[in-house]
């Protein structure tokens, strides 16, 4: 099992005491977080090399047509550069990783998709490193895909339950002649009408982003379950990088511990410290099936 | 070259008929299982049979949803269920989730496997992936534009199908929780709260509002691509797919017979600048409920493609009744009532094969032939005199009052 942490800046790389480095850039991730130029991300490709640390390039966005010449020339670039794995969603990348035979690298990662042991098999059948289930799963649930054998899971920090094409934040800003407003890269949230809870929103050059309100934390559960991730990932969005480096050792120790109880309560403990409002998602909270009438098919 | 496919949705089997008779090629229902939209899911085995039977006896292919993103729970009787798609002689299924698409080729080989919207594949890459795993169609994200899809149908060797009309996502579909996480309702599941449709504040990182309370809304417009359907099928698109398995039957008729009428004038005339287009919009603006925009056909969205003000739509014209029989020999129309109307109101009487037709009526009768000063009791059977023939599934339409 490693942890797996978004890279939030290389002057504190030597801080970080994950096994695995997540990395990207502008053009291949809709999360505006572990941004970096190319020449960056060949800095720290090097330094995982040195400090025996997986290497993780995010591509985890829908690519449109008119994007993929760009796409193949920087997976070329980063193919070069002997990373260890790529996160993906876009079954594009499977494709053209395929055409390379470096398929065996890529993590599949489309946030929804993986809700079933079975779904999750069949990318391992596809010959994947590994696939994310959806955050949307009760604990039962991830303990019943976790025998797939390749599982990721999200650990901590905000998810994200949308992504759009659409400039959200602009067009509103356009409809009511407000333009002067900030939109790219600036954090917003929305507040429904009847919740409390605020749901922060971004726009990038891609679209628009929104996140869940909390941040999601699992710790203790991860010890319960029959079989242990292949990965478990702390998503730094909205974490100030010492508040980070801190919840990344927490994690850490634990798993060195073998998860032993005394310090496992201790880094639940001091997790709720860090924020008194993390919450535990789906895991003890079975989603319903009232009937809706979405867009389908 | 083969013709391309108008593809509309059908709810119940009494929508299916319809839906056949005004010039559907192919159908979509949802079965009790598996289907993303189980509130429209009305279909037993038996029934998807019977449709089958309808829809294949008039040349029409019938496509069951499984677009669900299952749970482990959600899979326990799926060989079963494909087992029973398979002898009601299914022609396709709409899936989301490659397990259900692999063991629907594994068990009934002779179904066609389409991938749903729910997918969001955005280009000819995701779709080769779909075809070396032997698929037979895509259909594409609603965020791809023309100018994409002229790139796309080239490089591609399975068919892609193209969503025309309907209810559009605001985010790439099958990518948004906001149900979930707003409400414990799955969307992927078929719960959907459309909670992209409710009211917000939104608010800068200082706390600040930016919008009036309750006044931001990211909500998308339905999609009408109507000016596109030349396009499309020039671009050899397989499948043009209307949404709207909630919708009435006059919807489904409405929308579908435009379309159908469209499709098959362009094949005939071979030139766009020649097409009535006033006529097709008119037609479906006498149905349509909600406001409708080009989604992302010329590009990037701009504000008039987004739902800001809220409002919906009112048809032009009410739906009033539809036909059962036509007694040429007394000009006797039986019809049965599904608005208010009174005699003497001059309405529109259209059909698959009748043109629109404006008449007014005179006296209006119930079915043991008592005189009624209106018709005002939904699903009453009634008789009216109607000078030119009618068929069973003709429909009756009224100008709306504004």
Known sequence: MKLIVNLKSLEYIQEYTADGLIFSHAFLTDEDEALFSVEEIQEIVQYTKLHNKESILNLNRLFHEYELDELREYIDLFIKMDI???????????????????????????????TSLQDALFWKSKN????????ELTLEEI??????????????????????????????????????????????????????????????????????????????????LDVKPKYIHINSIFIVEEELLEIVSLYKKVMDAGFRESITKEAVKRLAEIDPNIYSGFLYKKTTLVKGDNMDA | MRKIELLAPAGDLEKLKIAVLYGADAVFIGGKKFSLRARASNFEIKDIKEACDFAHKHGTKVHVTMNIIPHNEDLVSLEEYIKDLDSCGVDAVI???MYIASKVKEIAPRIEVHFSTQMSTTNSEAVRFLENEGYERAVLAREVTLEELEVVLPNTNIEIEVFIHGGMCVSYSGRCMLSNYMTNRDANRGGCAHSCRWNYTLEDEDGDMVSPPKQFHYGSKDLMALRYIPNLIDLQVASLKIEGRMKSIYYVATVVRSYRKLIDAYYEIQNKDKLDWEYYETEIKKAENRLTSIGFFEGQVTPNEQLYNMRNEIPTKEFVGV?????????????????????DDTLEFFGPDLENTVYTIGEIQDEVGNSLDAARHPLQILKIKVP????????VRKVMGK
Not at chain 1, 86 to 113: P, Q
Not at chain 2, 324 to 343: C, G, K, V
């Open chain 1, 84 to 114: 260890d794995s790529y996160i993906f969603s876009d079954l594009a990348i499977y494709t053209i990783f395929k055409g390379y035979n470096l398929e065996h690298k890529l993590i599949y990662h489309a946030r929804t998709m993986i």
């Open chain 1, 128 to 135: 994947v490193k590994s696939v994310f289930v959806s955050n």
């Open chain 1, 143 to 224: 303990n019943s895909i976790v025998h797939a054998g390749n599982i990721a899971i999200e650990a901590y920090g905000h998810h994200q339950i949308f992504a759009s094409k659409r400039d959200l934040l602009s067009l509103y800003f356009t409809y009511t002649k407000n333009e002067e407003r900030q939109r790219k890269f600036k954090k917003y949230t929305i507040q429904e009408e009847l919740r409390k809870e605020k749901y922060p929103i971004l726009e990038n050059h891609h679209g628009t982003v929104i996140y869940s309100a909390f941040k999601y934390a699992i710790l203790e559960e991860i010890q319960s």
């Open chain 2, 95 to 97: 899936v989301a989730s």
């Open chain 2, 323 to 343: 036909v059962l029989e036509y007694d040429a020999s007394t000009e006797i129309a039986t019809i049965q009532q599904r608005n208010h109307f009174l005699p």
């Open chain 2, 388 to 395: 030119f023939t009618l068929s069973p599934f003709d429909m």
